[in-house]
């Protein structure tokens, strides 16, 4: 079935560092979300991306959606502390069903 | 974005019973949905809650197993029936945005755990 890869799975960075993660699928999507999901919490919506080739910014974050629309990477600058946490990317299959990605854990050493 | 809300945020169960997780909106949606999030994995559609009708289940979950209402535009409930430790994960209701029902938005999730 259709499935979302995410790399790394797992990263660990200094505060201020830079954070760069992607998802990759071997399908075409035409919608690609990105979200955080804190201890405890519902995953919350960062970015959505709707056009192949989009670059999109949020604050500090920055994602993009693929020219192939077969991959999407964010980036975080300047890590702080509270980046930690689990980021999904996420896409849309069919009407509103979508996808979910195997999550990348980010951990911010102070 | 909506304001959602889970009841409870989590619980112990024993098998063989069964739980009822509700949801609320702040706002009236069309379409709710209900997620697994089996525990270090990713987000799973359970179904998709259309008020008036009834739920549209994903391969590999049955209405026996998670019954879902969807009484009205701002409320919906699902069941885990006949628990298992195998269905211990977290269960999260989520709405479509406003301006977009491309952007899904997730209430905090119901944790749950059968012994």
């Known amino acids: 079935g259709q499935q979302l890869n995410q790399s790394p799975q797992s990263m660990f960075i200094q505060e201020g560092e830079d954070v760069s993660m992607n998802c990759t699928s071997s399908?075409?999507?035409?919608?690609w979300l990105w979200y955080k999901q804190d201890p405890g919490e519902g995953p919350v919506l960062l970015i959505a991306l709707y056009k192949a080739g989009e670059l999109t910014s949020n604050g500090r974050l920055t994602a993009q959606f693929g020219i192939t629309r077969k991959d999407s990477f964010l980036n975080i600058s300047a890590s702080i502390p509270s980046d930690v946490g689990i980021y999904f990317c996420?896409?849309?299959?069919?009407?509103?069903?979508?996808?979910f990605g195997t999550g990348t854990r980010l951990k911010v050493l102070a | 974005s909506a304001v959602i809300s889970q009841k409870p945020s989590r619980d112990i169960c024993q098998r063989g019973t069964s739980l009822t997780i509700q949801c609320q909106v702040d706002s009236q949606v069309t379409m709710m949905f209900w997620y697994r999030q089996q525990p270090g994995q990713s987000l799973t559609l359970i179904a998709t809650a259309n008020q008036g009708s009834e739920a549209t289940y994903e391969s590999g979950f049955v209405i026996d197993k998670f019954p879902i209402s969807r009484p009205n535009l701002t409320f919906s409930t699902l069941t885990v029936s006949n628990m298992s430790p195998e269905d211990s994960s977290i269960y999260l209701c989520s709405v479509g945005g406003r301006s977009s029902y491309n952007e899904q938005f997730f209430g905090p999730g119901t944790r749950l755990t059968v012994l």
């Open positions: 399908s075409i999507f035409n919608t």
């Open positions: 996420a896409c849309l299959s069919g009407t509103y069903k979508y996808i």
